[in-house]
């Protein structure tokens, strides 16, 4: 069965650091990748996806995300973080073909101001 | 814009009732989805429903049943709850087929079971 692996369950951040999230997925064949997250109180709201072409995908927000097949990894960064970016984040793989998405659970990130 | 709602964001019930957690979206969307959320374990995936009246189980089924009579609205139903069922229950939908479209999420429903 599919997984999604994120390592990082708390991240704490003082603003202006690089962020860097990771995760790893364990299917072998094609896959859609995405970036949710969850500021506190809101809905669950897309950041990025993948699904073909170039690896390095751009968000909203200043978010970035690399995918690397050889090492089933789609790692989420940001350059600069700030205050506002303390949300929880998601990654999720769809095999395209199924209906199911797959989450990781979750990286709480806080950014200390 | 896409919205999805849910019928209510906090809900207490007492174990043995019977809870209906409603779901609507307003972008015609034929993928419909039940999640529940709980802290470390991230989002699992109850049911989902790509059609009216279609429906199939996802992760965690048991103890769960939904509805879909109408192509916008999809139910979830908790025939007998548990306090193991004590969760956020979120709600997605996402357009038709099984290609690479996002989901979009409704607000969440807190259910505590006492």
């Known amino acids: 069965a599919q997984s999604v692996s994120q390592h990082n369950h708390h991240v704490i951040l003082s603003e202006a650091a690089s962020l860097e999230l990771g995760c790893n997925y364990s299917?072998?064949?094609?896959?859609?990748l995405f970036w949710y997250v969850q500021y506190p109180g809101q809905h669950l709201q897309l950041l990025l996806k993948?699904?073909?072409?170039?690896?390095l995908v751009k968000g909203i927000k200043g978010f970035e995300a690399e995918f690397i097949k050889s090492k089933f990894s789609f790692n989420l960064r940001k350059p600069s973080v700030q205050w506002s970016d303390t949300a929880e984040y998601f990654c999720?793989?769809?095999?395209?073909?199924?209906?199911?998405?797959?989450f990781g659970t979750g990286t709480r990130l806080k950014v200390l101001a | 814009d896409v919205k999805v709602t849910q019928s209510s964001r906090y809900l207490v019930k007492r174990t043995g009732e019977k809870v209906f957690l409603e779901c609507v979206q307003d972008?015609?969307?034929?993928?419909m989805f039940w999640y529940r959320q709980d802290p470390g374990l991230g989002l699992r995936l109850i049911y989902f429903?790509?059609?009216?009246?279609?429906?199939e189980k996802g992760d965690i089924p048991e103890g769960y049943s939904v509805s879909r009579e109408k192509k916008e609205r999809f139910s979830l139903i908790l025939e007998s709850a548990s306090t193991n069922q004590t969760s956020m229950y979120l709600c997605?939908?996402?357009?038709?087929?099984?290609?690479?479209?996002?989901?979009?999420f409704g607000p969440g429903t807190r259910l505590t079971v006492t």
């Open positions: 997605a939908s996402s357009l038709p087929g099984t290609a690479y479209y996002e989901q979009y």
């Open positions: 299917y072998g064949g094609t896959v859609n």
């Open positions: 993948y699904f073909s072409g170039d690896p």
């Open positions: 999720a793989v769809k095999s395209p073909g199924t209906y199911k998405y797959i």
């Open positions: 972008m015609d969307h034929e993928n």
């Open positions: 429903s790509y059609d009216v009246k279609m429906k």
